[in-house]
Structures are given as structure tokens and as C-alpha cells.
């Protein structure tokens, strides 16, 4: 029966290619404006991720996410350290600062410093110099993306010169680095150098980067750490998550989003169960004939289900692909960046296969009361 019942939906070019542009619409929308919010989550935790060596972040307990600068005294990174379980801890600069450039020009910049020492949380994609360059007097080390926005035009090398808060900065070292929420350059240098780049205040340390012991639990040493400072102790996918919560509660974003993905989806729903309604309409006679020779209803709505479901498969399977076309596009020519989890996958199968089966059952309601004899009226 369930072949009869492809072959039915097949066999009518238009109605079938009709039902397969409504589903593949539908998911297309759905994945690529979703894809887009991930990566736009992304964005907000890119500094997070880029931070390789540390597992715990300490922070002031009013901190809501990364860029919430609210400095802590330099006795934090003592405490941290005092704490049972804590294998070692260090300062980590973050701020925006602005840079001047031979021309006059000046361009704000996010300034990043980390240990003198052990140049915990330093760039690891290198595409020129060496991070043990940092030491020498005034290094900084800028990424390849905020290069060209200081100098666009100019090829990307070592040793250009610039000013961080009237102060000589040179460029030891260009690296690759995640594309951040705000499309600033990001410069890398020592804390030592960092904090001479800003103006001086008593609380310079932004947070304190420490890792747990080997036989230590991650969490046990953050609830440690808050007991015995009063600071606020996360694990990286910990502040990961407080970082995207924030955008997701406080902004807009999560609402724009999920008014275009249901708007998506109600358009392709409507197409799809008006397409699938005029299918269901134009093989009524097949169906009434079926009925009087004593296939029953629930097998009837089994064939229905089985042709929503084959077209529901091949218009998502367009749909997504097309999605993850567009979305390597959107990367590789835009600022924008998407990103394509398997969550959205699922997500959007979900919600097509879902929009299928509803559609599937309106157009079933015609064939399940009619009655068989009308199939064989003149």
C-alpha cells in the first residue's frame, strides 16, 4: 500500500514539485536564521573560547557577561591562589582602549593583557612573529582581521607602529583570533605592558585566570573559590553560558530571530498543506476506490502519512542543503558569521516534519469521511 501511495504522489509532477518547494522553503528559513543566531551566540563568547589554558574564570559577582568590565583588586589573584585545590592562578586584562595612528587617525581596539610569566591566554594561531617576541619593550601583537581594519590596503606584516593612550605600542606579531561581537582589532600584549596603556587606577585586574589541580573537580574548586573570596568562580562553558544568557534575556535578538523562523514557517506550512489539500482532492476517486474495496482508515491515513513523509524528507533534504551553502557563503564574504550545529539539524527536522504531518492530517480529514460510493458516480 505504501508504494501505491508514492506512486500517487509522484506521479503528479506538479502538485509533488509544488509540496517539495513549500517544505524546502520552509527549512531553508528555518536553518539559515538559526544558523545565523548561533553564530551570532558565538560572537558574544569568542574571547571565552580563545582563552585555551584556563579552566576557571574569576570575576566580581555583578559581572553579567564578557565585556561587563568591573575590575578586581590586585590581592584577587592571591586569594585565588590560597584556595584549596587551585593549581595555579593569574591576571587577565580586558578593556577598550583606542589607538591613534601615524595619519591621526584613531580607531578603538579591545586591549588584552595576560601573565608576563607564563603568557597564559596568549594568541596560539600565529601567522607571524613569535609570542616570546611580547617580551621585548612596547610589544603588542594584533590580529590579522584588525590589521586591515588599522591599516586597510597595506599588506599584513610585523612592525608597524601606532599609540595606546599617547604610549608606543609595535606590532611584534600577527594571529589569528575568533571574530568578536563587535568588530574591533584585538591587541595582545603583557599585562604589565597592558596596564601601562590605560590610565592608572587602583583595580587593573579585569579577571583571574587559575586551573584546578589534576585530582581536583572543576566544580568543587569554583564553589572553593567563592566561599573563601566572595567572587564569582565559573568554568569556561560555565561564563560561556552566562555570556549568551545575557544576550539572549537583555537584547532583542532571540525575539527578531523567532519572528522570521515562524513566519518561515508558517508561509511553507501554508503552502505545503494548500499544495498537499489539492493533491489529496484531485486522488479522491483513488481513495473512495480503495475505501470500497475494504481498505480501512487508519490504512488510508497510513498512505497519507507515508506521502507526507516522502516529500517532507526530499524538501528538507534541499532545504538544508541550500541552508549550509548560503551559510558558508554568508562566512566567506561577510562579517557576519554563521554557525551550523547539529542542534539546528534537528531542530529544524523537528519542525518540518512536524508542519508535514499537520498538513498531512487536514488533507486526510476529506478522505477519511467521504463516502466510498461517491468515487463511482458519474
Not at 582563552?51 to 586569594?79: C, E, T, Y
Request: aromatic content about 10%; glycine content about 8%.
Amino acid at each position: 500500500m505504501v508504494q501505491i501511495a508514492l506512486k500517487m504522489l509522484t506521479r503528479n509532477r506538479g502538485k509533488y514539485l509544488a509540496i517539495i518547494a513549500g517544505v524546502s522553503f520552509a527549512s531553508l528559513l528555518i536553518a539559515v536564521q538559526c544558523s545565523i543566531f548561533c553564530g551570532l551566540m558565538r560572537l558574544t563568547t569568542s574571547q571565552i573560547r580563545d582563552v585555551r589554558d584556563a579552566q576557571i574564570w574569576v570575576m566580581d559577582p555583578n559581572i553579567k557577561f564578557i565585556a561587563d568590565f568591573r575590575p578586581l583588586s590586585s590581592g584577587a589573584m592571591h586569594q585565588v591562589r590560597g584556595v584549596e585545590g587551585v593549581e595555579w592562578a593569574v591576571p587577565f586584562y580586558k578593556w577598550i582602549s583606542r589607538a591613534r595612528l601615524d595619519d591621526g587617525a584613531v580607531q578603538d581596539v579591545i586591549l588584552l593583557g595576560f601573565d608576563d610569566a607564563t603568557l597564559v591566554g596568549a594568541p596560539r594561531q600565529m601567522q607571524q612573529g613569535d609570542i616570546t617576541d611580547l617580551r621585548r619593550p612596547d610589544a603588542v601583537i594584533i590580529d590579522e582581521v584588525g590589521f586591515q581594519i588599522l591599516w586597510p590596503g597595506e599588506p599584513v606584516r610585523a612592525g608597524k607602529v601606532f599609540e595606546l593612550n599617547e604610549k608606543r605600542a609595535e606590532v611584534v606579531g600577527i594571529c589569528r583570533a575568533s571574530k568578536t561581537f563587535r568588530t574591533l582589532p584585538i591587541i595582545y600584549t603583557r599585562y604589565s605592558q597592558a596596564t601601562s596603556y590605560v590610565p592608572p587606577e587602583r583595580k587593573l585586574t579585569s579577571y583571574v585566570l587559575a586551573n584546578a589541580k589534576p585530582d581536583e573537580s572543576v566544580d568543587e574548586v569554583c564553589r572553593r573559590i567563592e566561599a573563601q573570596t566572595g567572587l564569582l568562580a565559573l568554568t569556561k562553558q560555565g561564563f560561556t553560558w552566562k555570556t549568551m544568557l545575557f544576550y539572549v534575556n537583555e537584547t532583542g535578538i532571540v525575539a527578531n530571530f523567532a519572528i522570521t523562523v515562524m513566519l518561515g514557517a508558517l508561509i511553507g506550512c501554508a503552502v505545503t498543506a494548500h499544495s498537499f489539500y489539492l493533491f489529496t482532492l484531485n486522488n479522491l476517486p483513488q481513495f473512495g476506490t480503495l475505501k470500497a474495496m475494504g481498505v480501512r482508515n487508519t490504512r488510508i491515513l497510513y498512505m497519507i502519512l507515508a506521502q507526507g513523509a516522502l516529500a517532507g524528507a526530499v524538501g528538507f533534504g534541499f532545504g538544508v542543503g541550500l541552508a549550509v551553502f548560503l551559510c558558508e557563503a554568508i562566512n566567506r564574504k561577510s562579517q557576519l558569521i554563521s554557525y551550523v550545529p547539529w542542534q539546528v539539524l534537528a531542530g529544524t527536522a523537528l519542525a518540518v516534519f512536524s508542519m508535514v504531518a499537520a498538513a498531512s492530517l487536514v488533507s486526510a480529514q476529506r478522505v477519511l469521511r467521504m463516502d466510498p460510493a461517491l468515487s463511482f458516480r458519474e
